[in-house]
């Protein structure tokens, strides 16, 4: 556990600087950008890179970790094979990508910019290829590297943004600006910093893209096969998963209709932004986790350290909900006031946060069991549930529909997999601890809502009492229920 909490602590402390960083182009993008419309460009095309991030990675980052921790096989030859697959698959991609542009661009309703679709091919695909080399530092416990690396990109991506969106509209007049700047380009200026920025990270993660070891153990035809009958099932998991992730932003500008439409997705994608907090702490902690659970697998404590950090990470979690809530008064001044009107959505996104996160603690049991196929089942079931209630329910309900389809989503597969789980692995999870944790977590919040007609200052006073509140309680539940059981 200790060693869980100093690395989820390196990867969360880049993780959270990262994202916070990347979080306030938010603010940058709302009060700079001409139109909500754009703002909605924006939330829409990351979406669809999501998703084909996932496609493109195909699960063999999983698969990576899960080759290189088995006895008896070659750490290095598991890595030189993923990349080689990955490395192949990423490149025909961009090329393709590349020449159908225009179409691709006039499908999705962005006839006049097809440079958008190519910027954004290219970015995906080094993306996926550099997931690897990610992953390899984590598998060696390099997680400085690997934070320096995350937190390069970030700055260099936001000083790009600041470069192209604040300071070339001011420079304007300067012959050297003058010559390429296009102030009328707007918000194509955001694609171009990211490809830049990606650039330079790729090749800073050039040493660990060549590192290996003798010629023959470079790559492995007989591994890949068994690496992709291991993976592929993935591949539909985490398809499933990030359309359940993404869906409501890549399906509303069909769906919702009406000139106001990309408007409208842009308000919902700036809200969405400001719970960004949750997810923060949730990839931090699984970026530490994966590995941890691969490698603790040959231990005898491995099953009660499964559902130590279970429990932990639901404490932690409802601390941040709270606390989000109790500061979103503060916190919406993160986004232009015209964008305020979709910060009722907040709330539905931290608890869908929550629930994928203890989905993905819960994951492991069909993971470790080599039971992948179990994954793509809970993520199909899932995608159905995100898919009818937004076709059913968007059209009239608009962006507060997408929000409460994924938070449905996610109740449903967590329990699913959960009922499932117990079945084919039985992990000892606290469940009266957590219960108790979410029951206070609960009504903290009902009585932080019942205090709506107080002044803001006030609300928030009171709010901070019940943060420390619920520390008080569950350190104290925890404890005590720790004392009890020895």
């Known amino acids: 556990m200790r060693l869980l909490a100093k690395e989820t602590a390196i990867y969360g402390l880049s993780s959270i600087i990262g994202k916070f960083l990347n979080w306030l182009l938010v603010p940058l993008y709302t009060y700079v950008l001409a139109q909500q419309a754009d703002y909605g460009i924006v939330t829409n095309l990351y ?16 698969g990576f970790f899960r080759f290189a921790n088995e006895q008896g096989m070659n750490p290095t030859t598991v890595y030189r094979t993923t990349m080689a697959s990955i490395g192949t698959t990423s490149l025909l991609f961009a090329a393709l990508c590349w020449v159908f542009r225009g179409q691709i661009a006039t499908w999705l309703g962005y006839a006049d910019h097809k440079e958008f679709v190519g910027l954004l091919a290219i970015v995906v695909a080094m993306d996926a290829f550099a997931s690897i080399p990610f992953a390899y530092l984590r598998y060696q416990k390099k997680a400085i590297r690997f934070a320096a690396l995350k937190l390069l990109f970030v700055f260099l991506n936001i000083l790009l943004n600041i470069f192209f969106l604040v300071v070339c509209p001011m420079l304007q007049g300067n ?34 893209i060549l590192a290996g070891g003798k010629a023959e153990q470079n790559f492995s035809g007989a591994l890949l096969r068994r690496m992709l009958r291991y993976s592929l099932p993935l591949l539909v998991l985490g398809v499933c998963g990030i359309m359940n992730q993404t869906l409501d932003r890549i399906l509303f500008p069909f769906l919702y209709g009406g000139e106001d439409a990309q408007a409208q997705l842009g308000i919902y994608g700036a809200c969405f932004k400001v719970a960004m907090v949750m997810m923060m702490f949730t990839q931090a902690f699984r970026y ?94 899932g995608l159905v549930i995100t898919f009818v209630l937004q076709v059913v329910l968007v059209p009239k309900y608009g962006y507060m529909a997408s929000a409460a389809s994924s938070l449905v989503c996610y109740f449903v597969i967590m329990l699913l997999s959960y009922f499932v789980g117990k079945r084919h692995l039985t992990i000892p999870y606290d469940l009266k601890r957590i219960a108790i944790a979410t029951t206070v977590c609960l009504l903290l919040l009902a009585g932080y809502y019942l205090l709506g007609g107080m002044g803001t200052w006030a609300r928030m006073g009171i709010g901070t009492g019940l943060i420390v509140a619920y520390l008080g309680i569950v350190g104290l539940m925890d404890r005590f229920m720790a004392s009890r059981a020895h």
Do not use: H
Not at 176 to 204: K, S
Not at 313 to 321: C, E, G, V
Not at 345 to 354: C, F, Q
């Open 47 to 62: 979406a669809w890179t999501a998703l084909l991030l996932v496609i493109l990675t195909y699960g063999m980052e999983t």
């Open 175 to 208: 012959g050297w600006i003058d010559a390429w700047y296009d102030p009328n380009y707007g918000v194509g200026y955001v694609f171009v910093a990211n490809i830049l920025a990606t650039g330079i990270q790729t090749l800073c993660l050039l040493p660990t």
């Open 288 to 381: 530490a986790y994966e590995p941890f659970v691969f490698a603790k697998q040959k231990e005898k404590d491995s099953l009660a350290a499964y559902a130590d950090a279970m429990k932990y990470y639901i404490y932690f979690s409802y601390l941040i909900l709270l606390g989000m809530v109790v500061y979103l008064d503060l916190l919406k001044y993160l986004i232009a006031p015209s964008y305020w009107e979709g910060l009722r959505v907040v709330p539905i996104v931290l608890w869908t946060y929550i629930f994928q996160g203890i989905y993905f603690n819960l994951s492991f049991w069909y993971k470790l069991t080599d039971k992948t196929q179990w994954g793509a089942w809970f993520s199909l079931i």
